[in-house]
């Protein structure tokens, strides 16, 4: 008996396994509530961008990496506005303990892009990341097609290439 | 094993057989997998042989999480396996198996959540549940969580469940149940006339309550006289009282809440109270608890702005009275500690975690960047930041002159709401200077001077007795060579006559975009009181990156230290040896 269920088991994977191979994305972003700075409800499910690619980046006060990253993002971002229309959430995981900090320091670095609230990490845990930073990128159809684990110096010109190859409908590989 | 093939049928089968019945179609399959695993070895200078390693030379922690999505069903789980505990980490958790699944469904309004799940009320002060693996600190509910929104602007949350004891399963009265109820109210969405208003207003209030079954407890007070006879001699009396505790079998707490924002002013404030709840971690008193968290912050471009306060008192609250060890379990709320959480190593040397029955905390941060193309901002602009914390005990008066103070039993102490109390528990001033030169080179420059009650946050002796002053200098120099090759060089000092003395750190750190990094690392320290133990604590390490797979390799020692997510601290044990670390997702 235990054996039939197992097999039964691995055919359903199997079969699952089968389904994923028709797209090769990793799916929609799913439909999680964040939060804005101003305290509201953001469903995460309905981002979008007029058709155009968005990048989501996880990241924190205390994440030394992740400052860097939107450091040298907010250099370029908006040469990258203006050329590719592409627009960049950070999706910050500051808890309760840094959360309230966020907003200032998002002003007094002058970063322009749109900053979102994911206090208990329900959208990090959905989206399957480990450690900040990790970025995504989301295609016109609100798929995630490429994600990045880490930052190092200089990753930031990968992402605005992966965004350019989407708007012009080259593979990404 | 029976039960593990279960959960796997009930998430694999579901999705599977929906698919072929043709209800649901295009389903996702996503997840993510991490893999930490040292070898150990002996080492004479840190003190470590074979015997204080209970001979495990091997230690791995390691997850894997599975994530279903199909429209508006998911359906997930989360192996984890600790074979045996890396060092640091509670030996309970040595084991595998599947702590976390879930199955969620939303339509309309309704949102279900039945099986395990993590979730917060407000700012968490009177329920959190959350997990962070670098920590070993997972509070999961098992249960059901229900988020309704019946219109827009309005969320109502209830709850039911048990909460995550390592390994050990529920069962009857093995420890308490939680129940909860929140609701949070956007008015600017409620109310028509305040849709556009720039002022941003929200409303929560939560209910939170613990059922625990009472069991008898008893306590001996001993009340003595004299006594002189008529023939002149003196007799000792003394009589034996025995009082049985009345515990409080459902213990309630409760919060409201309010944010604020209009442009770039906000302001937060939350305030808790907790029913009596005689438990183990306050000696069993009866005196309620009470806590208030509030921020007020302004910014706007180029400035940052912000001062937090806390003040709590008696507001441990977990899902058993009796549990209060370490690492903290069956915590259902969260009281975050309001220092800052730095990001190089010697500065966390020293870091707060909170005193959760009772302690007066500030943060203040401000935070300017001088503009670019400026005469002092240079052609990039510079970054300035300040920030200052402190945290000290609230003041507590005894009940009564002969009662002193957390006799178990009675109501513990008396105290006032905000008050200060004299005893420093932690504080923190630093200052951070952040400048790109030139199109090749970025410079950091931090200083910090931390005061560190080492008896109240490592040992809850409630003295000052010892007390570590530390200074913290950083430089950290990044220059880089092309579009994909930088060198990253981090020099430290921590400077202190208290503890094991001064220190000193420098980390080489070679990056290769997108995929490599190299790097060299030794903290050495050489201010140590004993000569011998002027150790060298050196690493190497390297990674490699491809897209969402990351491998990286380290040998060298850990010092001893804790370390602290959120205010939660786990302490880390010194060791030797090699670590690999593989974490992918998909």
């Known amino acids: 008996m235990k054996k039939l269920i197992l097999l039964v088991c691995l055919i359903s994977v199997s079969l699952i396994t089968f389904a994923q191979e028709e797209s090769k994305t990793y799916g929609p972003v799913p439909s999680i509530t964040v939060k804005t700075l101003d305290g509201e409800t953001f469903d995460m499910g309905e981002i979008s961008n007029d058709g155009k690619p968005i990048i989501i980046t996880f990241w924190a006060t205390w994440c030394k990496p992740c400052i860097k990253e939107h450091d040298a993002i907010n250099e370029v971002y908006e040469d990258w506005v203006d050329e590719t229309g592409v627009k960049l959430y950070a999706v910050s995981i500051d808890n309760a303990r840094s959360s309230r900090g966020v907003l200032p320091l998002v002003n007094g670095k002058n970063w322009e892009f749109e900053i979102l609230l994911d206090e208990n990490g329900d959208f990090k845990r959905a989206m399957n990341v480990n450690v900040p930073p990790h970025t995504f990128i989301i295609n016109g159809n609100g798929e995630i097609v490429w994600q990045h684990v880490g930052y190092l110096e200089g990753d930031e010109a990968e992402y605005i290439e992966i965004v350019e190859k989407l708007i012009e409908g080259k593979p990404l590989e | ?586």
């Open chain 2, 1 to 586: 094993m029976r039960y593990f093939i279960r959960i796997i049928c009930i998430i694999t089968l579901f999705p599977a057989f929906a698919f072929s019945q043709g209800i649901l179609s295009g389903g996702n399959v996503t997840g993510n997998v991490q893999v930490d695993a040292q070898v150990y070895q002996e080492d004479e200078k840190l003190g470590i042989t074979d015997s204080t390693l209970n001979y495990k030379k091997f230690g791995t922690n390691g997850f894997a999480n599975i994530i279903y999505t199909n429209g508006d069903f998911s359906a997930g789980m989360r192996f984890e396996g600790f074979l045996n505990p890396m060092i640091g980490f509670d030996q309970r958790y040595e084991g595998v198996g599947i702590p976390y699944w879930f199955a969620k469904y939303k339509t309309g309004s309704l949102e279900m959540t039945a099986g395990h799940f993590y979730e917060q009320f407000g700012s968490g002060l009177v329920l959190r549940s959350w997990e962070e693996w670098t920590l070993g600190y997972d509070n999961n509910i098992y249960g059901f969580n229900a988020k309704f929104t019946p219109a827009k602007g309005v969320t109502l949350k209830g709850l039911v469940g048990v909460q995550r004891f390592f390994w050990e399963p529920y069962e009857a009265d093995s420890r308490g149940i939680v129940r909860g109820i929140d609701g949070e109210f956007n008015l600017n969405d409620i109310f028509e006339p305040m849709n556009d208003s720039k002022t941003k207003i929200t409303l929560g209030g939560s209910f939170v309550s613990r059922y625990e079954k009472a069991v008898s407890k008893t306590i001996e007070r001993d009340s003595s006289w004299m006594e002189i006879t008529q023939l002149g001699d003196t007799i000792n009396w003394i009589t034996r009282t025995t009082y049985e505790y009345q515990l409080p079998v459902n213990v309630g707490s409760w919060a409201g809440r309010m944010n604020l924002a209009h442009g770039g002013f906000n302001l937060y404030a939350e305030y808790a109270e907790k029913g009596n709840d005689p438990n183990a971690t306050n000696d069993y008193i009866y005196k309620n608890g009470q806590a208030l968290y509030s921020t007020v912050s302004y910014s706007t471009k180029g400035f940052g702005l912000f001062l937090s306060t806390k003040w709590i008192d008696n507001m441990h609250y977990k899902s058993s009275r009796y549990e209060s060890g370490n690492p903290p379990m069956l915590d259902i709320n969260y009281l975050p500690a309001i220092s800052k959480e730095h990001q190089y190593s010697l500065a966390t040397m020293y870091p707060y975690a909170t005193k959760q029955n009772g302690e007066f905390g500030f943060q203040g941060q401000i935070i300017y960047t001088i503009p670019k193309k400026s005469k002092l901002g240079g052609k990039y602009g510079t970054t300035l930041t300040a920030n200052y914390s402190f945290a000290k005990s609230i003041k507590k008066e005894q009940i009564a002159s002969d009662i002193p103070i957390d006799s178990t039993g009675t109501d513990g102490y008396k105290t006032t709401f905000l008050s200060i109390g004299d005893l420093p528990f932690y504080r923190d001033l630093n200052f951070l200077i952040e400048k790109k030169m030139s199109s090749k080179v970025k410079v950091k420059a931090a200083y910090f001077n931390q005061k560190y009650n080492l008896h109240v946050i490592e040992d809850d002796l409630y003295d000052e007795e010892n007390m570590v002053y530390a200074h913290i200098g950083v430089i950290d120099f990044t220059y880089k060579f092309d579009r994909r090759n930088s060198l990253r060089t981090e020099l430290q000092g921590l400077w202190t006559k208290e503890d094991e003395g001064d220190w000193a750190g420098i980390t080489l750190e070679y990056n290769v975009s997108p995929s490599w990094f190299f790097s060299v690392m030794d903290e050495y320290n050489y201010g140590h009181p004993d000569a011998d133990r002027q150790i060298h604590y050196y690493n190497f390490a390297f990674g490699y990156t491809e897209k969402t797979n990351r491998i990286s390799v380290r040998y060298g020692r850990q010092r001893e230290g804790l370390l602290c997510v959120g205010g939660v601290c786990r302490y880390v044990p010194a060791s030797t040896g090699l670590t690999l670390t593989i974490t992918s997702s998909f």
